[in-house]
């Protein structure tokens, strides 16, 4: 059984920084692509940033660029977001996502797996 499992959430004042983890269990972890989406209320489910298998490559979604780095530990089968400069507009709940048949960071039609996601929340 697949699972992906993200923890870091939780409510921060704008300016604020986290880190968002997700682990990963039941798969072979470094042959995925990964991925971040949040959906914020009232919206849809949006791209946020994606790294490759091997972390050579990293696309981030221009909302975020500057702001957000993802990364990856293998050995660990986690991948990391560490969001920093928070604004508002970020409050969301996070989802990691998995992929072994990516065409297209943003399209979510191409991940294999999804966690629960983890709350962001950013509020004075």
């Known amino acids: 059984q697949v699972l992906l499992v993200e923890s870091g959430g939780g409510l921060v004042q704008p300016g604020g920084s986290l880190r968002l983890s997700c682990v990963a269990s039941g798969l072979t972890f470094s042959t995925y692509a990964m991925a971040w989406f949040r959906q914020g209320p009232g919206k849809e489910l949006e791209f946020v940033a994606g790294i490759s298998w091997n972390g050579g490559r990293r696309f981030y979604a221009d909302s975020v660029k500057g702001r957000f780095t993802i990364s990856r530990d293998n050995a660990k089968k986690t991948v990391y977001l560490q969001v920093n400069s928070l604004k508002p507009e970020d409050t969301a709940v996070y989802y990691c996502?998995?992929?072994?048949?990516?065409?297209?960071?943003?399209?979510?039609?191409?991940?294999?797996?999804w966690g629960q996601g983890t709350q962001v929340t950013v509020s004075s």
């Open positions: 996502a998995a992929s072994t048949r990516l065409q297209r960071w943003e399209d979510q039609r191409d991940y294999n797996h």
